[in-house]
Nanobody, 126 residues
Framework: QVQLVESGGGLVQAGGALRLSCAAS????????IGWYRQAPGNQRELFAV??????????NVADSVKGRFTISRDNAKNTVYLQINNLKAEDTAVYYC?????????????????WGQGTQVTVSS
């Protein structure tokens, strides 16, 4: 069993910044991939970054809409992945989730995620 907890969301003015965290606990050795997702009201859950677990793991942004503004980092000692969001825009308003995948994935669609966090709300005002 794996537990994921997101934190760091909130209300922010357009152009501002937030730092989100995804902390994993439980059987973390079963996790191969962590994805960052977001879901706006009425929209499908959208993948925007992939983090491969392990000491030799990599980080990959997959959505053009967030390149240059969203930065992913990791602290293996704390079993935590971080998301720094700069220059927030109104269209970034969504619930942000991390999801853990036990196997491997290329597209890492939400349907393959084995464990979800509860999500953290990001609201951008103008």
């Amino acid at each position: 069993q794996v537990q994921l907890v997101e934190s760091g969301g909130g209300l922010v003015q357009a152009g501002g910044a937030l730092r989100l965290s995804c902390a994993a606990s439980g059987n973390i050795f079963s996790i191969n991939v962590i994805g960052w997702y977001r879901q706006a009201p009425g929209n499908q859950r959208e993948l925007f970054a992939v983090v491969t677990s392990g000491a030799s793991g990599g980080i990959r942004n997959v959505a053009d809409s967030v390149k240059g503004r969203f930065t992913i980092s990791r602290d293996n000692a704390k079993n935590t992945v971080y998301l720094q969001i700069n220059n927030l825009k109104a269209e970034d308003t969504a619930v942000y989730y991390c999801g853990a995948v036990r196997g491997s994935c290329i597209s890492c669609r939400p349907s393959v995620v084995d464990y979800w966090g509860q999500g953290t709300q990001v609201t951008v005002s103008s």
